[in-house]
């Protein structure tokens, strides 16, 4: 997820310097909807990867497998009709949006990008949850830093090179994508990882139980990403490509912090899914510490970053910013600062629900955070403009964190009982958990 930030920070700085500030505002336009396309493999990478740890902690290895078989057919069968809605839509979507002229253009020709390789991007963005539990954790961060190597060179060759417009930059996160699905996929269709093809069985109590699972993480990304979709709409009309600009700064800061954050938390999951199935809670509530523990710092990390720093990260994607996109983009990074003191709680909870299979408070704190905290809060700062948009991120991770802490209270008593049940059930796979 380190790899992963860099390259989403890298892309900003690199459309910022190489095609400048319009098209820096249409690349932040399009990319709540890029995520979304991505959001529908991660429903079925992370649901179905919670199902495939328990089955495993349970020693069912041939129900795990065909668990896996199925959520590699769901997730191409979905981003193929989504990234086809995507490309027909593109340019409706970017008019819904207030966009016109040039900025409406550039953020149809870098969404339709995303979406024509849609099949094969979304499933490389699935398969790393697939290589944790197969044990594959180095060749995983590998091909994470591989992609991200390769997309950054073919940017710099596509835009500084050849000088090609903003599709360009698509394209080449994209191809990298492609590029390391191939060797992501290779073990399993090899048959040397823990989870190999097989024939798939879909049944009903799969698909329902894959979903269920995979719900928090969805929701969270797509609720993010309408609640981005609505900020962005309104930025415009309040000030403006200055003030998409100035959100975008804020974006392309939070596309480095919350992947480490994410990744942090996701690694641990099927770890912790295996535990919990096995019984052993002991090792759950080590493993949480350590989660915790882990996010807190990297939350303290951001802050200390981005208060130090303000004003070279701003000219990191825009290196031409004078006067009031200046000013609108110091203002927006100060208080949005203040969010990564309390936004890890709420990361790290979601995700420890998540892992043991309690799809429903998970659901709730990713809801509350991504959606419906950030838009009554854009109702109730709206008296205060372009201002009370700013202070919407720490508001909503001040909200966030009090959730959480309760329903960590309602799930302490479970997690707290003596392992009895590990002499009950021990592991019955080599999985290195």
């Known amino acids: 997820m380190l790899a992963a930030a860099l390259y989403q920070t890298f892309d900003g700085i690199f459309v910022g310097q190489y095609l400048g500030t319009t098209a820096f505002a249409a690349a932040n336009l399009a990319m709540p909807f890029v995520v979304i396309n991505f959001a529908v493999s991660d429903l079925i990478g992370v649901g179905s990867s919670v199902v495939i740890s328990l089955l495993l902690g349970r020693g069912e290895r041939a129900e795990a497998n065909n668990a896996f078989t199925c959520s590699v057919l769901l997730i191409v069968g979905l981003s193929t009709a989504l990234g086809a809605a995507l490309f027909a839509g593109a340019p409706l979507i970017m008019s819904l949006m207030g966009a016109t002229d040039e900025l409406a253009e550039l953020a149809v020709d870098y969404l339709r990008v995303y979406a024509l390789c849609s099949p094969f991007t979304t499933l490389f963005y699935a398969t790393d949850n697939y290589m944790r539990i197969s044990g594959y954790l180095k060749a995983n961060m590998a091909l994470c830093v591989l992609m991200s190597a390769i997309s950054l060179v073919l940017e710099v060759l596509f835009l500084g090179v050849l000088g090609w417009g903003i599709w360009a930059a698509a394209l080449a996160c994209s191809l990298a994508m492609v590029i390391c699905l191939v060797f992501s996929l290779a073990p399993f269709v090899m048959r040397r990882a823990t989870l190999a093809f097989c024939h798939p069985r879909f049944t009903l109590d799969l698909v329902k139980r894959v979903f269920a699972c995979g719900s928090p993480t969805f929701l969270n990304n797509v609720a993010q990403r309408i609640a981005s979709i609505v900020i962005n709409a309104v930025l415009v009309r309040l000030g403006g490509e200055a003030a998409v600009s100035a ?6 800061v939070d596309s480095f912090a919350q992947p480490l954050f994410y990744g942090t938390c996701d690694a641990l999951q099927p770890a912790v899914s295996y535990n919990w199935g096995a019984r052993r809670y002991g090792r759950v509530r080590a493993l949480e510490k350590r989660c915790f523990l882990a996010a807190a710092a990297i939350g303290a990390a951001a802050v200390a970053v981005v208060a130090l720093f303000p004003d070279a990260l701003i000219a990191l994607f825009m290196p031409d ?11 927006a990074l100060g208080l949005f600062t203040i969010t990564y003191l ?3 709680l709420a990361f790290a909870t979601q995700s420890y629900m998540n892992a043991i299979a309690k799809p429903l408070p998970a659901s709730l704190i990713s809801v509350s955070a991504a959606l419906v905290f950030p838009l009554v809060l854009l109702v109730v700062l709206h ?19 009090l959730l959480s802490v309760a329903v960590l209270a309602a799930t302490r008593a479970k997690t707290h009982r003596p392992d009895a049940g590990a002499r009950e059930r021990q592991p019955t796979t080599t999985a290195n958990f």
């Open 383 to 401: 008296p205060l403009r372009l201002t009370g948009i700013w202070l919407n991120f720490p508001g909503t991770a001040v909200l966030c964190a």
């Open 321 to 331: 910013a004078t006067g009031e996109v200046l000013a609108l983009s110091r203002d």
């Open 342 to 344: 309390f936004r890890w």
């Open 247 to 252: 959100y975008g700064v804020l974006m392309f």
